[in-house]
């Protein structure tokens, strides 16, 4: 009798193109990452079309370690 591998469904990775909007929707958890680098754009209805990339060089923000907090968040 063969035994099925269980595969472990793994959560898709935040990259930096993703928008404000798919992040925040998808993982609700980093609305407090974005807080902490004061990026109150998240609320905005402009910046929810923006990618995360162009929200962290607006701000000054290094783009790796923001999306390595964000996956962290939702780890």
Known sequence: MKRKRKVK???EKITKDMTFA???SKYPKTTKVFLRH???C???PIAMQETVEQGAKAHGIDVKKLIEELNNAVK
């Open 9 to 11: 469904k793994q959560k």
């Open 22 to 24: 798919e992040v925040v």
């Open 38 to 40: 004061e990026m109150h």
């Open 42 to 44: 998240i609320g905005c």
